[in-house]
Structures are given as C-alpha cells and as structure tokens.
Nanobody, 128 residues
Framework: VQLVESGGGLVQAGGSLRLSCTASGFTFEDYAIGWFRRTPTNEREGVSCISASGTTTHFAQSVKGRFSTSILSDKTQVYLQMNNVRPEDTAVYFC??????????????????????WGQGTQVTVIA
C-alpha cells in the first residue's frame, strides 16, 4: 500500500504543472485525499483536499483560483493542477490519505492517524 507522486519539476513563474498521486495496492474509496507542501524554509502547508467522491474540494487561500484538484473515475489517481505558479510555490509536494483528513468546501482539517498513507513527495521549483 503506497502513494507515489509524480509530475514535479522546474517551471517558470506563470507556467503550469500537473502533479499526480497514484495509489498502489488500494484505491481512493474511503478517505479524502490531501495535497501538502514543504517549502525550502521547512514551512508546511495543507494545499488542497478532495473527497473520495470527488464532489468536495478545498484550497488554501495561497493557491485558491490558481490550483485545482481532481480524482480519476477509477479512484487510482488524484491530480493537482497548478496554474500561474509563483516562486513561493516552490516546495516538495506530498499527497496523503487518512481517516483523519476531513475535507469540506469550507474547511480542510487533518489529524494524522496510524492508518494514513503518505507519498514520498515530488519537488516543484518555480523560477522567477
């Protein structure tokens, strides 16, 4: 059971990237999925979340209107579409799923449990 992120890389400010989070050994049936990032100064932020049904999403204020997220119909992949990226978006991006991850339109709350699964992260570097 694991999650694998991909799609990171080097991009110029104003450009776009699409990150993928692929589930292996399970599918995204039960819990919401979140995208998180860790900046070069080691700040951590919950970027976005999506419910397993795909009907509910939430975004941090810092990325609202620029990022979107979606889930594949077979529940094996979740995407983070990053548009109009900025240098401050530079970070390692992680996806995670966990029963402690609650995603509503108005809120994204995460309390890590022993049943959660995290990916290894993918680096996104935005050049000014």
């Amino acid at each position: 059971v694991q999650l694998v992120e991909s799609g990171g890389g080097l991009v110029q400010a104003g450009g776009s990237l699409r990150l993928s989070c692929t589930a292996s050994g399970f599918t995204f049936e039960d819990y919401a999925i979140g995208w998180f990032r860790r900046t070069p100064t080691n700040e951590r932020e919950g970027v976005s979340c999506i419910s397993a049904s795909g009907t509910t999403t939430h975004f941090a204020q810092s990325v609202k209107g620029r990022f979107s997220t979606s889930i594949l119909s077979d529940k094996t992949q979740v995407y983070l579409q990053m548009n109009n990226v900025r240098p401050e978006d530079t970070a390692v991006y992680f996806c995670a799923t966990d029963p402690g991850l609650l995603c509503t339109h108005g809120n994204f709350h995460y309390s890590r449990t022993e049943f959660g699964t995290w990916g290894q992260g993918t680096q996104v570097t935005v050049i000014a």
